[in-house]
């Protein structure tokens, strides 16, 4: 049973920063990729970040040069470095992973999901 869990929401101001976690432990090394998912309040879950069993990482247009998806093999932890956040990037995160060598901001077939953290970004 695939496992997720994340972690690091909180409540910060405009252009202020955060980095989520997801614990991984069964699909962090290994032929799963991984992603990071959100929905904001009335509004349907969207991709922002995904990380190839390659290594390679695609983001959402939204989050492109503000946010860094990586991992630590060690750790067993995927993280979400988010920087400059805006109102618009208030949310649940959710980690996500599907044993895919990629993954899809835009389908979420196939995928295991966390429980979701909560981000508020406040001006």
């Given amino acids: ?12 101001q405009v252009g202020g920063s955060l980095r ?14 991984l992603a990071w998912f ?7 879950r969207e991709g922002g970040a995904t990380l190839s069993t390659e290594g390679r990482t695609l983001y959402a247009e939204s989050v492109k040069g503000r946010f860094t998806i990586s991992k630590d093999k ?16 208030s949310g649940i995160y959710y980690c996500a992973s599907r044993a895919f060598t990629w993954c899809s901001l835009t389908e979420e077939d196939n995928y295991y999901w966390g429980q979701g953290t909560k981000v508020t970004v406040s001006s």
Wanted: charged content about 25%; proline content about 4%; overall charge negative.
């Fill in 1 to 12: 049973q695939v496992q997720l869990a994340e972690s690091g929401g909180d409540s910060v």
């Fill in 38 to 44: 959100r929905q904001g309040s009335g509004k349907e």
């Fill in 20 to 33: 989520l976690s997801c614990v991984a432990p069964l699909v962090i090394d290994s032929n799963y990729c």
């Fill in 74 to 89: 060690a750790k067993k932890t995927l993280y979400l470095q988010m920087d400059n956040l805006k109102p618009e990037d």
